[in-house]
């Protein structure tokens, strides 16, 4: 599901926006200081980060300016947070890259609905309902994955995997990122894990000669195939 970062050092207030984010199916880190962030956001990228504009560290707005000057964050959706409602100062917040500006106290309802239509606007693939890669379709409503109409029958975890992949198209994931993304950070499984339930996901999407949509980087982890529906 979509990840979402957020940064924001009033903890009853992260910890609010956690709970209403998980209650609708994204997945969610927090952090409460800007430099941290940053540290963060060079490891692993979240589909959209909401962002306080006073933190200690590093500033909402520098970070902001960081992301935007890297190629790899320059269009990471970011919502701002901010008690500041003047005018000049949301022209600020926006001139600076953020995508959408929120004034303190705002309506959790509301800023639920601009995180959907941000993410329906920026990354349309991960909250799309279905998923489709040549002969291959997911379909996050039913569960059920069918490849060129047959349905394949996987398990929770195979189909999170399948799911995890299928939004990043050639996005080369290590072991330890599928981990977080598929199993959770507060569940402890060994790395190897990963490719056995690989394996099994590679067993049921794959018959005779069909081409393989999972790619194995050696040293790296796996990817889905971005050529994958060219090629199938």
């Not at 609010?16 to 956001?41: F, H, K």
Request: hydrophobic share 40%; aromatic share 6%.
């Amino acid at each position: 599901m979509p990840k979402v970062l957020i940064v924001e050092d009033e903890e009853p207030l992260a910890m609010l926006l956690r709970y209403n984010l998980e209650a609708e199916g994204y997945t969610v880190e927090t952090c409460m200081r800007g430099d941290e962030a940053d540290i963060r956001l060079r490891e692993d990228q979240p589909d959209l980060m909401i962002l306080d504009w006073m933190l200690p560290g590093l500033s909402g707005i520098e970070l902001c300016r960081r992301l935007r000057s890297r190629s790899e964050t320059e269009r990471l959706p970011v919502i701002m947070l901010t008690a500041r409602g003047e005018e000049q100062e949301r022209i600020r917040g926006l001139a600076t890259g953020a995508d959408d500006y929120v004034v303190k106290p705002f309506s959790i309802p509301e800023l639920m609905a601009r995180v959907r239509a941000m993410l329906r606007r920026a990354k349309p693939e991960v909250v799309s309902s279905l998923l489709r890669s040549g002969d291959l379709e997911l379909d996050r409503e039913t569960h059920r994955v069918r490849r060129s109409g047959r349905e394949i029958h996987l398990g929770p975890t195979e189909f999170r995997l399948l799911e995890f992949l299928m939004t990043s198209p050639g996005r080369v994931f290590s072991r330890e990122q599928l981990l977080d993304g598929v199993w959770g950070h507060d569940v402890y499984v060994d790395e190897r894990t990963v490719d056995v339930h690989v394996g099994r996901l590679r067993k049921a999407i794959n018959r005779g000669k069909a081409v393989d949509p999972i790619r194995t980087v050696r040293g790296a982890g796996y990817a889905f195939n971005d050529q994958f529906a060219a090629a199938s």
